[in-house]
């Protein structure tokens, strides 16, 4: 026998695997040795010259790219093999109704996100303003009718008045779009403070821009909360008015002085609340002249209106009271997170630096072994 198929026999008797020695792993293996070797040796008719005598080559295995990278795998580690491989879901799947989330669980995390504290506070600013716009604006106009048909018969005693009046009636008009605004403003920033806190819509992150916003909120309502006091001081003063008259007109109507001559000594003069100049005529109405006046469809509508003004401008303190609350623990809520999510981020990097050096180190063992 030739040197060359004694070297022949002993590649094969090499690449051939020891009995009872298990496989590294199930998968595919590479190609064995002697495949590798005889591959270079034949012809291109296949054959192989073998102890003086042409023999057929061995037949090599086709196998993919994916297989032979999984053999590899294997090989390179054995203790992978019982590491099951699912195939990847297609986009098909992964769209199927079933694993996407139902009509219910984006109803609650839609309602997870409404900030009901706000939405209150709204609702009821929105009607505190509504009613102290609304019912102080004809309260006024029915105001100036009384006096000018009862107390100031002459145009030019109570034309400073009227001018005031007129001033104050587009005032009305311009507080009323401005708490439109700052209320649908103020709404707004509830949704985004709790949609920020609660981490509903993806990652959490603020800003010091946002902080130093909320903070102006802050200190602008509390400004607003300050002169809608004044606001509803002042609007109990015409009600303290006509209230006076009021009582006055009950007076008379009252048994004890119906039909006795001391009923026209009961008077109400206008002129002592100071709306009025002391030499305007008449100024004073006293006796049944007084009883007509309360009777009148004027006097009753500006009386009713007048109390609700002020009850609607109460209402406006107590909602601006409310959005000054919500509005300071909102901007607590987002210091303390903005310094949690700081502190997330540092422990984040750090964890991510030490993933790294634990990948860089089982590469280099690795590369040794």
Request: hydrophobic share 40%.
């Amino acid at each position: 026998m030739g040197k060359r198929a004694r070297w022949l026999r002993a590649t094969a008797t090499v690449s051939r695997p020891r009995p009872g020695r298990a496989r590294p792993s199930e998968g595919p293996a590479p190609p064995p040795l002697r495949w590798r070797l005889l591959g270079h040796l034949c012809d291109e008719a296949g054959t192989l010259e073998v102890g003086g005598a042409r023999r057929r080559c061995p037949e090599r295995p086709v196998n993919s790219r994916a297989e032979m990278e999984i053999g590899r795998y294997h090989w390179m580690y054995p203790g992978s093999k019982n590491h099951q491989y699912h195939p990847v879901p297609t986009l098909g799947d992964r769209a199927s109704p079933l694993s996407s989330p139902g009509c219910f669980e984006c109803c609650i995390k839609c309602l997870g996100g409404v900030p009901y504290a706000s939405l209150v506070a709204t609702i009821l600013c929105f009607s505190g303003v509504a009613l102290f716009c609304g019912c102080g604006h004809v309260a006024l106009a029915g105001t100036v009718a009384i006096l000018e048909q009862h107390f100031s018969t002459n145009a030019s005693d109570h034309a400073l008045l009227s001018e005031v009046i007129q001033l104050m009636q587009y005032v009305i008009y311009g507080i009323a779009s401005f708490f439109f605004l700052y209320g649908i403003i103020l709404l707004a920033e509830g949704f985004y403070t709790t949609s920020a806190v609660k981490e509903l819509h993806g990652e959490f992150k603020t800003t010091a821009c946002g902080r130093c916003i909320s903070g102006m909120f802050v200190f602008l309502t509390y400004v607003l909360g300050v002169a809608w006091l004044g606001v509803f001081g002042f609007s109990a003063v015409p009600v303290f008015m006509f209230y006076n008259i009021w009582s006055t007109c009950e007076v008379i109507k009252s048994p004890q002085t119906n039909g006795t001559t001391g009923v026209e000594q009961i008077c109400v003069d206008i002129r002592q609340y100071g709306i009025i100049p002391w030499n305007a005529f008449p100024g004073k109405i006293c006796g049944s002249a007084l009883e007509n006046i309360c009777n009148t469809n004027e006097f009753y509508m500006s009386y009713h209106l007048f109390i609700v003004a002020c009850a609607g401008a109460g209402a406006t303190v107590i909602a601006l009271i409310h959005f000054l609350m919500i509005l300071s623990s909102n901007w607590a809520y987002l210091k303390d997170a903005s310094k949690m999510q700081a502190y997330q981020d540092i422990k984040a990097k750090e964890e991510q630096e030490l993933q790294d050096i634990q990948s860089r180190s089982k590469e280099q063992l690795n590369s040794y072994t």
